[in-house]
C-alpha cells in the first residue's frame, strides 16, 4: 500500500475532505496575506552581526569546517533515498544530508560506542534511524506524527518529544535536524530538561540548524498567518512559498540565552555553539551556520 494511500485511509473521510477544504482556501490565504512583511534569512553581515551578539553575550561561536572527503563517505554509507527532500532536483537534498552529517560527526557516531543508542527527535518523515538499524546499529526516532510507513516499526516512537516514554540515562546521544525552531511556546526549554533527563552521563546532543537572526522573530505560512502563536514580543513574518507552519522561530542572541543556554545550564547541561565555515566545500545551497551541542557531564 503507498504512503498516499495508508494518509487517506488513516485520515478517513472526515480528514479527506477537511485536506481538500484547505487545499482549496490557499488563495483566499494568498489574498489575505498579500501585505504582510516576508521573512528574509540572515545575510553574511548579519550573520556577523549576530556571531558579535552572541559573544558579548557569553556565548562564543566555535569554527566548524565539515570535512568533505568524510561527508561523501558518510552519504555513501548511509544510503539515503534519492527522493529523500525532493531529491538532487529538490534545492535541499545536499542540505539535509549535511545537518545529518554534522549531527555524525558532532556525536562521532562512528568511533564512540558509548554515544549509542541513539534518537533522532522530532523526525517527521526521516528514514535516518531506519537505515542506521539496517547497519546494525540501535538508533530509535521520536515525532508526535511519523510517516504512515513508520508505525509499524517499534523504534519509531509516537509521543511529544518533551514528555517522552523514554527511560532515564537510556541514550548516548540525540539529535535535532531542521526541526528546534517548531518546538513551540515553551517546548524549546522543556525539551532541554528532557534531553538532560534521556541521555547518559557523558551523552550529547546535537541541533542542527540552530535558527538565529538579528531580532527576535518568526515567520507562519500563509494559512496560519495572524494566529497568536508566536513568542511574545517577537516580530511576525510571511513564508508565502510554505504551507502549515504555524510558528518557525528564529533566536536573537539574547533570546537564545534566556529560553535555551542558560535553562541548559539550569537542567544539568553544557550548552556549546559552532559555525559552519565552509558550506560552499559541501554543496551549493547550504544555509546551515549555527550549531548547537548539548552535553551532559560525565
Not at 97 to 105: G, K
Amino acid at each position: 500500500m503507498s504512503s498516499l494511500v495508508q494518509r487517506l485511509v488513516r485520515a478517513g473521510p472526515l480528514g479527506v475532505a477537511r485536506a481538500v477544504q484547505r487545499r482549496a482556501a490557499r488563495p483566499l490565504h494568498r489574498l489575505r496575506t498579500a501585505g504582510a512583511p516576508h521573512y528574509r534569512a540572515p545575510d553574511a553581515a548579519e550573520l556577523r552581526t549576530i556571531e558579535s551578539g552572541l559573544r558579548s553575550l557569553g556565548m562564543p561561536c566555535a569554527d566548524y569546517r565539515a570535512d568533505p572527503a568524510a561527508f561523501r563517505a558518510f552519504v555513501a554509507r548511509m544510503n539515503f533515498p534519492p527522493g529523500y527532500h525532493g531529491g538532487a532536483d529538490g534545492g535541499v537534498y545536499v542540505e539535509k544530508l549535511l545537518e545529518h552529517f554534522v549531527a555524525w560527526d558532532l556525536l562521532d557516531l562512528n568511533a564512540r560506542e558509548a554515544r549509542w543508542p541513539y534518537v533522532d527527535i522530532a523526525a517527521a518523515s526521516s528514514p535516518w534511524a531506519r537505515l542506521l538499524r539496517a547497519q546494525g546499529l540501535p538508533a530509535w526516532s521520536i515525532d508526535l506524527d511519523p510517516h504512515p510507513w513508520m508505525e509499524e516499526l517499534s523504534y519509531y516512537v509516537q509521543a511529544d518529544a518533551t514528555a517522552s516514554p523514554f527511560d532515564s540515562a537510556s541514550f548516548g546521544s540525540a539529535s535535532l535536524q531542521c526541526a528546534y525552531e517548531m518546538f513551540g511556546g515553551d517546548s524549546d526549554t522543556r525539551l532541554l530538561a528532557e534531553l538532560a533527563r534521556i541521555l547518559r552521563p557523558g551523552g550529547r546532543a546535537v541541533i542542527s540548524p540552530l535558527y538565529m537572526h538579528t531580532e527576535a522573530c518568526f515567520y507562519q505560512s500563509p494559512d496560519h498567518y495572524g494566529r497568536d502563536v508566536g513568542d511574545a514580543g517577537a516580530r511576525r513574518y510571511l513564508r508565502p512559498d510554505v504551507w502549515g507552519i504555524a510558528a518557525s522561530r528564529k533566536y536573537s542572541p539574547d533570546t537564545l540565552r534566556t529560553r535555551v543556554w542558560q535553562p541548559a545550564q539550569a537542567a544539568g547541561l553544557v550548552p556549546a555553539l559552532h559555525v559552519l565555515r565552509n558550506g560552499p566545500e559541501i554543496g551549493p545551497g547550504i544555509y546551515l551556520h549555527f550549531i548547537l551541542t548539548l552535553d551532559r557531564p560525565a
